[in-house]
């Protein structure tokens, strides 16, 4: 049967970017549009003159939309498949002539498959969004509360938490933990959180002889004693006033001084030594230890009312290594605050911070201060390698194992491979740009993950 279409109607209907294929009453193809080349890999002269019937047996497109329509009477509208793998949501209509007969079948299909591809890529960037989103408002948690305190792990954000709930208060507070945890930098931030106008005064019990720490705690009056000054001594209890005494080491001290410690909070008076009349202080008492109080108490060398007394907010600070989220953001923080110390502009490679992931850090967070402050001093290299490294954290005993799964979970074990994989890339790429390329992933994920795992502290790169 022969077709009539004008120049202009042809031209339309094949730019349209849709197939067009119109079929006669017997199934066969008298017409395609340019479109269908793209659809289903054929050109429509292999197509036109051809049964739908064929067609759809050698899978150019399944089901057949034109056949279903024949076989039915009416309008169909379906999914089908190209033999590209393209998914086609297909309609099949009939055309009828001026007597009411139906002459013509008109197929057209839109490929949905570019549809699904872009709601996974919506969805997926949703999920980038909200990731992004649950990261801006850590930040800003953090910075409307002046935090200055590394704390990405749970375990570090429930300190914080805490310490952010009494900071206001007149509660005394005793952080425990295993020594160079952190615990007089968490003293002296609860202290500026706090609303007292006073010093923040640190004395540590431990590095001072017991004959001397009285009079360093409360002073003494003029000839107390011989050697003492003249003028007499304020003691470092009335260098708090209103403000905090931080007692750190608080285990270490002697039986003699909890007795008058113990005195002291209850009725915030003291005296010099010398001296027969009380003094009234106002401060706010922080103590530390890295001991077992209650251990000390039923050793019989602490007394159980001052633990009570001192212990009325106790907060545990967790060891390094059971804050495996903070690790990379303290070594990066680190690395800026001592180059930016000693007027410096040096770098750690990403093989070395490889190392320095996978170390213990018995030490705590001092141990990793003083290696990083040691390696930008004593390092003549600008970029510092594993080698520069101590013995005990030489690479060759750091290898990579499941027995990392003894200590590790496997969201950490995730973790740290996708940091050394950003650190390579970064290393060999430059910019952000490029390093999206390399990853496979979108520029503004790179960077996102950048500043995440907060590796853009001391390593500017160009986009």
Not at 411 to 421: L, N, Q, Y
Request: charged share 30%.
């Amino acid at each position: 049967m022969a077709i009539e279409y004008s120049l202009e109607v042809d031209k339309i209907v094949d730019r349209i970017y849709t197939d067009v294929i119109i079929v006669d009453m017997d199934g066969i193809v008298v017409f395609a549009n340019d479109s269908t080349e793209h659809w289903f890999d054929m050109k429509k002269e292999e197509i036109i003159g051809r049964s739908v019937y064929e067609l759809e047996k050698e899978r150019v497109f399944y089901p057949s939309i034109a056949r279903k329509v024949l076989e039915t009477g009416e309008k169909q509208t379906m999914v089908q498949q190209s033999q590209n793998g393209k998914n086609l949501l297909v309609t099949g209509n009939m055309v009828y002539d001026e007597q009411g007969q139906v002459r013509l079948i008109a197929c057209y299909s839109q490929d949905f498959t570019e549809l699904e591809k872009l709601k996974a890529y919506i969805k997926k960037m949703g999920g980038e969004l909200d990731s992004i989103k649950q990261e801006l408002e850590h930040l800003k948690h953090y910075k409307e509360n002046g935090s200055t305190i590394i704390a990405r792990s749970n375990n570090m954000q429930q300190v914080l938490t805490m310490m952010n709930r009494v900071a206001e208060t007149e509660a005394a507070v005793l952080f425990t933990g295993e020594s160079g945890v952190g615990k007089s930098l968490l003293a002296e931030h609860l202290h500026q959180k706090s609303n007292r106008k006073g010093n923040f005064v640190p004395i540590n019990c431990a590095s001072i002889p017991e004959s001397l720490l009285e009079s360093e705690l409360f002073g003494y009056t003029a000839g107390a004693f011989t050697g003492a000054n003249p003028k007499g001594k304020k003691g470092l209890v009335e260098e708090a006033q209103d403000g905090t005494l931080f007692l750190d080491e608080i285990g270490e001290l002697s039986f003699n001084l909890q007795a008058k410690l113990l005195q002291l909070i209850q009725e915030k008076t003291f005296y010099r030594i010398g001296d027969t009349e009380p003094r009234e202080v106002n401060f706010r008492l922080i103590t530390a230890t890295h001991v077992d109080l209650e251990k000390r108490i039923g050793e019989g060398k602490f007394r159980e009312d001052l633990f009570f007394r001192l212990s009325v907010i106790h907060i545990p600070i967790p060891s390094l290594k059971e804050r495996q989220e903070d690790l990379l953001a303290l070594i990066m923080e680190f690395t800026r605050t001592f180059n930016e110390r000693y007027h410096l502009e040096k770098e750690l490679s990403h093989h070395t911070i490889d190392c320095l992931l996978r170390y213990s850090w018995p030490g705590n967070v001092r141990e990793l201060a003083n290696i990083i402050e040691r390696l930008l001093l004593t390092v003549e290299d600008q970029t510092i390698q594993p080698e520069h490294l101590p013995e005990r954290m030489n690479p060759h005993h750091l290898s990579v194992s499941l027995d990392d799964i003894d200590r590790k979970s496997l969201a950490e074990i995730m973790r740290d491979t996708e940091i050394k994989v950003l650190l390579e890339a970064r290393e060999r790429c430059g910019s952000t740009t490029k390093m999206a390329t390399y990853l496979g992933v979108s520029q503004p994920t790179v960077v996102r993950k950048l500043q995440k795992y907060g590796l853009t502290t001391n390593h500017h790169i160009n986009e």
